[in-house]
C-alpha cells in the first residue's frame, strides 16, 4: 500500500467504514510508514476532541421557528402566481375612486378563481349553489 492510498483510507478506517482486507494492510502500513502513523495520531486526535466538545443545544425557539419557515413555504407555494398584482391594481384604483352610498367596492368582488362575481361561497370556501 502506498502512502496516498493510506491518507485516502485513514479518515474511514477510524470511523470503521473500510473492509477487513483494507484494515489489515492500512495497520501494517501505518506500523511501518512513519509520516502516515504521525497523519494517523493526528486524526486521532482531532477526534477525541471533538468528541471532548459535546453537543451544543438547539436554541428553545428552534421548532417554533422552523413551523414558521415551513408554513410560509407552503403559503408561497399555494398563491396564485399574479395574485400580488391583483392587489396592486386593486389599491391602485382605490386610491382613485370617490367612495358613493351604495357604490360597490372592489375589495366586495371575490377573489377566487373561479369567477368574478360578487362575494361568493366558492371564494368562501364552499360552492354557491
Not at 482486507?21 to 506500523?31: E, F, K, T
Not at 386610491?95 to 361561497?121: I, K, N, S, Y
Request: hydrophobic share 45%.
Amino acid at each position: 500500500m502506498t502512502c496516498a492510498d493510506a491518507k485516502s483510507l485513514l479518515s474511514p478506517y477510524l470511523d470503521g467504514a473500510v473492509t477487513g482486507m483494507q484494515m489489515h494492510a492500512l495497520g501494517r502500513h501505518i506500523d511501518a510508514c512513519p509520516k502516515c502513523k504521525r497523519e494517523y495520531a493526528l486524526l486521532m486526535e482531532s477526534q477525541r476532541l471533538l468528541v471532548g466538545l459535546g453537543r451544543k443545544r438547539a436554541p428553545a425557539d428552534l421548532a417554533l421557528k422552523l413551523r414558521v419557515a415551513i408554513s410560509h413555504e407552503v403559503a408561497q407555494a399555494r398563491r396564485p402566481p399574479f395574485e400580488g398584482v391583483w392587489v396592486r391594481i386593486e389599491n391602485l384604483i382605490q386610491a382613485f375612486m370617490v367612495p358613493a352610498p351604495g357604490a360597490v367596492r372592489l375589495r366586495d368582488w371575490c377573489r377566487c378563481r373561479w369567477c368574478r362575481v360578487r362575494w361568493c361561497r366558492v371564494g368562501a370556501g364552499g360552492p354557491r349553489r
